[in-house]
């Protein structure tokens, strides 16, 4: 099958070009000319190359030409408001599936990457179900919402998929690598308020087998959402745990007050204002902070055959080992 790929250049786009090449698919990757492909250039030219921007639909055509699916990929993790964030979390697979429709191309699925965040927090610690009505807490939840709105209304026209990864990690990954850093250059795991609020975590390789469970879902479904996760409901110090058995060190896991991290939000805030730059650190952030996020897989698992290889516990030693491998840590 030909597959498009947005956001390939990325970390977990990177994770399901490879996936799909494994599975024997073409795969087609749409980068900006500014894009660092470090993490596609193993593929050499056996990976098509496409220009353009999901933000930038004038540059799309060549891009969706005779693909038969599409992974969307490509979203805006941190903005400048939210507007920003819409352009790319909602316009851009919008802006995909139109181009689809213009160009002609046979689609027979469109997989739409979100986030557990679209979703909003679960109560209680309980893993959310698929169907519960979704109140996101962050502009950028709200903008993963509304993304997913626009894809489900396609529904009727080409099949579509939606899959709510909570928070991922693996390697390649360079945001969630500064708690790795954290622990192994200071020796802390920071245990973040009551220590009792629990969160989903998904190893990227695994979510990248769920997109292409997806891709290559033959039923004619349309419509369906799914979350993934690797089976944990995590808590800080469960977490901070599965971090001394990856490094092999002493770590430290002081309780801080969530109240803590609201300060430093603020002074993270006044910086981007003054440089003009998104921070991904900021008072939503921290409003997360209080909450559990905590998906399943029991849905996909059952109409898809997917489940997750790699908890948290066996992720943390796999990515510290490909940290260090990178010289990254």
């Known amino acids: 099958m030909q597959v498009l790929v947005t956001g390939a250049s990325g970390f977990l786009g990177s994770h399901v070009v490879d996936e799909l090449r494994a599975a024997g698919h073409e795969v087609r990757v749409l980068v900006r000319s500014t894009s660092r492909l470090d993490h596609l250039e193993h593929h050499g030219e056996a990976v098509a190359r496409a220009v353009g921007a999901v933000d930038a639909p004038e540059t799309l055509a060549a891009a969706v030409a005779g693909c038969e699916a599409i992974v969307s990929c490509a979203g805006l993790t941190k903005a400048r408001d939210e507007a920003e964030f819409d352009r790319v979390n909602q316009g851009g697979p919008v802006n995909l599936l139109d181009a689809a429709r213009a160009a002609g191309a046979p689609l027979r699925r469109f997989v739409h990457i979100s986030s557990l965040a679209a979703a909003g927090p679960s109560q209680d610690g309980a893993a959310r179900e698929e169907d519960e009505p979704c109140a996101p807490l962050s502009a950028y939840g709200r903008s993963k919402r509304r993304g997913e709105e626009a894809v489900l209304a396609r529904a009727g026209e080409v099949p579509v998929t939606v899959i709510r990864p909570p928070a991922i990690y693996g390697p390649r990954d360079a945001e969630i690598f500064a708690f790795f850093?954290?622990?192994?250059?200071?020796?802390?795991?920071?245990?973040?308020?009551?220590?009792?609020?629990?969160?989903?975590?998904i190893y990227g390789p695994d979510c990248a087998r769920a997109a292409r469970a997806a891709v290559e879902d033959a039923s004619g479904r349309s419509g369906a959402v799914y979350h993934v996760d690797d089976g944990?409901?995590?808590?800080?110090?469960?977490?901070?745990?599965?971090?001394?058995?990856?490094?092999?060190?002493?770590?430290?896991?002081?309780?801080?007050?969530?109240?803590?991290?609201?300060v430093a939000a603020l002074f993270s805030e006044a910086f981007g204002k003054l440089t003009g730059k998104a921070m991904i650190f900021n008072r939503d952030k921290v409003?997360?902070?209080?909450?559990?996020?905590v998906g399943g897989h029991a849905r996909i698992q059952r109409e898809l055959g997917w489940t997750p290889s790699v908890d948290f516990r066996d992720g943390a030693k796999l990515t510290v080992a490909w940290y260090r491998e990178a010289g990254w840590l």
Do not use: C, N, Q
């Open 181 to 201: 850093s954290l622990a192994k250059r200071a020796r802390l795991a920071p245990i973040i308020g009551s220590g009792k609020t629990r969160i989903s975590m």
């Open 232 to 262: 944990g409901a995590w808590t800080w110090g469960e977490m901070a745990d599965a971090l001394r058995g990856a490094l092999g060190k002493r770590i430290f896991s002081p309780r801080i007050p969530v109240a803590v991290f609201g």
């Open 287 to 293: 409003r997360d902070m209080r909450h559990s996020y």
